[in-house]
């Protein structure tokens, strides 16, 4: 009986050893072919890009400082919506919410501070405090994939499906807190462009329980100038 158990742990160790060394692998193939290496001379991303949904177009502007600075602009009905964490801390403008400047905290600050990550989260995951698990290959919308279990620090849970073919992101399911309400969120990755040895997703596709987003990339523009005060929380 104690030998059984015995072997059944050392079963176990070698289960989670080849687990951990499987997604290693599946990680270091994936990082390989977004082009990770270029991304550490990357200082800066500027991108202009149109976001269609429900048969509106919105022109969007996003604009990121490494390592920690977001700032992201759109366009809706006339009206300017602004998104931005400074590196510290994070607001936005959103006239459809109420006149001003409001900080953002709770959820959605998380979500700025997530945004704001230029390498990913899945990059260096563990000393970000992350954690991760290869859950293993599944069926993602007909197409081979690994699928990851990725838990953040502060518990928040997504799951990345990764191509198996070519080691890039093909889509990512999550739940995220909207309007006071949990909901689930689904982000494709349709068609990636390299840029410079990067592969950037030029288009993806945001599934909501109030419909499809559709974001297209329309020009990336790497290591521009760009001053701190762009992220900076204008005065009230």
Known sequence: MKRTFILTALML???????????DKVLEKH?????HKKM???ETYIIKAKMSMMGMEMPMNITMKAPDKFKIEVDMMGQK??????????????????SGI?????????QAMEQADMEGELYDYKKKGHSAELIGKVNADGVEAY??????????????????????????????????????????MVEYQNIDGI?????????LPMGTQTIIMEEIKLNEKVDDSVFARPAN
């Open 40 to 42: 550490a001379d990357i």
């Open 199 to 207: 592969q950037m997703a030029k288009k993806t596709e945001v599934i």
């Open 13 to 23: 160790v070698a289960l989670i050893g080849t687990q951990a060394q499987s997604l």
């Open 147 to 188: 699928r990851i279990k990725f838990t953040s620090k502060d518990g928040s849970v997504k799951n990345y499906f990764i191509d198996a073919k070519t080691y890039l992101i093909s889509k990512m399911k999550a739940k995220i807190e909207a309007q006071g309400q949990t909901v689930d969120i689904e982000t494709r």
């Open 81 to 98: 919506t602004v998104q931005a964490y400074d590196g510290e801390k994070g607001w936005m403008i959103n006239p459809m919410m109420g």
């Open 102 to 110: 409001q900080d953002l905290e709770g959820d959605q600050l998380q």
């Open 31 to 35: 990082y390989e072919a977004t082009g």
